[in-house]
């Protein structure tokens, strides 16, 4: 089952969603603004979109290697499936990018960000996204070691690839969420920017003559309760299906979970809890051993979904 499905409740929980496994693609172009409603209205039109590489080209309206990096942003983000040359949009890409009934079809809340960032970070496999989210303990590394960390994970998952592949993979982490690299004058599709950046996850400074990465863990004002609440009932179906409740120890900690995917402190998750209990009816109780869990019922999955997609 594909992420898109799986993350709009169609249930399963891929192991190897998780593992570095992708480390190339993106074709050097990170996701530009306006990029995946584009994709969206192309396929809903043409479902043969894909059938060749010039008939993408002269129907979005793109050069060729964009035309293959558009493509690798809508899949990885789940938004997107080809098979035999023939394009689908996912329930995913419906139910947010719909033009009838989409929460978001122009992708203009942050909101709809952090749900992609979740996708991609806990499903999509990309090599630099696992080892910077769901891997890095330290706050900052710099890029020299995140590259070699990379080739490290590379080989594990395919037996290497070269540092050349390592670094362009790396430096497209850096070109999608670098909020330093933002500038809100300059919005809009031909932008250079990434509509990523505006999640402020990471930022780069030079400090001796090497490129320092933080990414930094605490409160992150733009993730609303609706992008918490898919996150969370992704994870919860995926990991503990048939359970009512969950640890807020795991909620914070384990890879994948959504403390870690996006970045958050003990206090930053608390808070994010406080706010779905009031919506959804949950509670947050005692474990009896000094922890806390989140209790939820037996309309906890429905209420999850309601909170998630408010205009569903």
């Not at 790396?170 to 599709?189: I, K, Q």
Request: charged share 20%; aromatic share 8%.
């Amino acid at each position: 089952m594909k992420a898109a499905e799986r993350a709009s409740g169609g249930g399963g929980w891929n192991l190897l969603g998780g593992q570095a496994r992708v480390f190339s693609g993106h074709e050097s172009f990170a996701c530009r603004y306006g990029w995946l409603p584009k994709l969206y209205e192309a396929v809903q039109q043409d479902k043969g979109l894909f059938a060749n590489d010039e008939h993408a080209i002269l129907a979005l309206g793109l050069g060729r290697n964009m035309v293959k990096a558009i493509r690798f942003w809508g899949q990885v983000f789940g938004l997107l499936e080809v098979k035999r040359g023939v394009a689908k949009n996912t329930a995913l890409a419906h139910r947010l990018l719909g033009v009838e009934g989409g929460l978001d079809p122009y992708l203009e809340d942050p909101g709809s960000l952090w749900r992609l960032h979740w996708i991609v970070t806990a499903h999509g496999g990309l090599g630099a996204w696992v080892t910077a989210f769901l891997e890095l303990q330290d706050a900052q590394i710099t890029r020299d070691r995140l590259i070699d960390v990379v080739r490290n994970r590379a080989v594990v998952a395919k037996g290497s690839v070269t540092r050349r592949t390592a670094t362009a993979h790396v430096d497209m982490l850096l070109r999608t969420y670098d909020w330093a690299r933002f500038d809100a004058a300059t919005p809009g599709e031909d932008a250079s920017g990434c509509p990523f950046q505006e999640l402020h996850l990471i930022e780069t400074a030079v400090v001796n003559g090497h490129t320092q990465i933080s990414v930094k863990r605490g409160p992150k004002p733009q993730l609303d309760v609706g992008a918490f609440a898919f996150a969370l009932s992704d994870y919860w179906q995926g990991v503990a299906p048939g359970s009512r409740s969950l640890s807020i120890r795991s909620l914070l900690v384990d890879r994948r979970s959504p403390g870690v995917v996006f970045r958050l402190d003990e206090g930053s998750l608390l808070v994010c809890l406080e706010e779905l209990c009031e919506l959804s009816g949950m509670q947050m109780r005692s474990d009896g051993t000094g922890g806390m869990d989140l209790v939820g019922n037996g309309q906890s999955k429905e209420r999850l979904e309601w909170v998630a997609w408010p205009r569903s």
